[in-house]
Structure formats: structure tokens, C-alpha cells
């Protein structure tokens, strides 16, 4: 799978748009659970012991549900901003 090299803020739609000189712009929503996981592990901070980093990824994984809510909503924002 290919992301793209754009970090996701209302900058860059409007940096990638402008980039590709379009006029439209299709947003698609894609929430990748794994890699979204894969990413906030990586995140921790070193040094926490197998107890704290077990604590931690369970945190992570009882998250993803939020974290879907809020892409979602960040997926609407930036269409309704953008009126694409």
C-alpha cells in the first residue's frame, strides 16, 4: 500500500492539489487499523518496561475506535471546506 508524501492537513490537500494542477479533487477515506496501530506503538517513548508498554498498546488498541470518529470527521472537514 502507498500513502502519499503529503503529512494530511488542510495544507497539504490544497499543496497536493495545486502540485498536481487540478481543479477537482476526489477525497477517499481509507483508516488502516493496522498501520494506524503500527504507527502509535512506534510512538511510545523509549525506556518503559514490558509492563508499561503492554499497558500502553492495550490503550492504543481500545482507541482505534475514536481514532476512526475523528479521521472520519477530518475526512468531512476537509470536503465541506474544500466543497469537493
Not at 36 to 58: M, V
Request: hydrophobic share 50%.
Amino acid at each position: 500500500m502507498h500513502f502519499s508524501a503529503y503529512s494530511g492537513d488542510i495544507e497539504d490537500v490544497l499543496k497536493a492539489i495545486d502540485d498536481a494542477d487540478a481543479s477537482r479533487a476526489v477525497v477517499a477515506n481509507l483508516f488502516a487499523i493496522p498501520f494506524a496501530r503500527s504507527e502509535a506503538i512506534a510512538e511510545l517513548p523509549e525506556g518503559l518496561d514490558e509492563a508499561q508498554k503492554e499497558t500502553a498498546i492495550r490503550a492504543i488498541d481500545a482507541s482505534m475506535g475514536e481514532r476512526l470518529k475523528a479521521f472520519n470527521a477530518w475526512v468531512c472537514d476537509i470536503a465541506n471546506l474544500l466543497k469537493i
